[in-house]
């Protein structure tokens, strides 16, 4: 079975709908958030979507994930990254990870994309 991007971003927008807002008294903006992140809160939750992912993957990847004949890497962040950055409604913008972890994981290049849903 092939995990579409849409069933994806279905299964992850309310994680992106409840990361909240930065408030200020000028300004009122959704949070950004990596694809480690909402994985991390998916997982927590129990949402099938994990184990989904797991199974297409065929393993626990998180970082680089699986080498494949083609030279890429794979793996479950990686899927959700892929399907929030090509969704229309969702903002895609990229942190400068030099020196950077987040949580037990450190970033595998030197950018990482960060997803909100477009104000």
């Keep these: 079975m092939d995990i579409t991007h849409e069933h994806i971003v279905e299964r992850c927008w309310h994680v992106l709908e409840n990361a909240g807002f930065h408030i200020t008294s000028e300004r009122q903006e959704r949070r950004f958030l990596t694809a480690y992140q909402v994985y991390s ?3 927590r939750e129990g949402n099938t979507l994990c184990q989904e992912l797991i199974d297409e993957c065929k393993g626990d990847f998180r970082g680089k994930g699986a080498h494949h004949h083609d030279g890429g890497y794979d793996g ?8 929030l950055g090509c969704h229309p409604e969702v903002e ?8 950077l972890k987040v ?3 450190a970033p595998s290049g030197e950018d990482c994309g960060i997803f909100r849903i477009r104000n």
């Design 76 to 83: 479950q962040v990686k899927r959700i990254a892929q399907a």
């Design 92 to 99: 895609t913008r990229y942190l400068d990870t030099r020196f």
């Design 41 to 43: 809160i998916l997982e």
């Design 103 to 105: 949580g037990e994981h």
